[in-house]
Nanobody, 125 residues
Framework: QVQLVESGGGLVQAGGSLRLSCAAS????????MAWFRQAPGEEREFVAG????????FYADSVKGRFTISRDNAKKTVDLQMNSLKPEDTAVYYC??????????????????WGQGTQVAVSS
């Protein structure tokens, strides 16, 4: 099992940048594929980006491709989301998620088994 804690959210102007970080507990962090999801008010939770167990593969939603970058550090047990060129429509609560992965380069948009509590990102126009 893994526990996840997100940090780094906040308020930023359109065009700005934020970096989210997710810290994981547990001894087998490298056995999980990791992802970021987001949920805007009144909307369903949606996949944003995913990364395979050792970072060899990444996968992005079309809405963030070219602007967001997901990365992980297995030694530190962290997964980050660098968000550039932010838009008001990126406003949401962002969640870190983990999914056990048998295959080293697997990365999926869902479903995921473990979730953090979320961190708020607000982008003003």
């Amino acid at each position: 099992q893994v526990q996840l804690v997100e940090s780094g959210g906040g308020l930023v102007q359109a065009g700005g940048s934020l970096r989210l970080s997710c810290a994981a507990s547990g001894r087998t962090f490298s056995s999980y594929q990791m992802a970021w999801f987001r949920q805007a008010p009144g909307e369903e939770r949606e996949f944003v980006a995913g990364i395979s167990r050792y970072g060899g593969r990444t996968f992005y939603a079309d809405s963030v491709k070219g602007r967001f970058t997901i990365s992980r550090d297995n030694a530190k047990k962290t997964v980050d989301l660098q968000m550039n060129s932010l838009k008001p429509e990126d406003t949401a609560v962002y969640y870190c998620a983990a999914k056990p992965a048998q295959i080293e380069d697997a990365v999926h948009s869902g479903p995921y088994d473990y979730w953090g509590q979320g961190t708020q990102v607000a982008v003003s126009s």
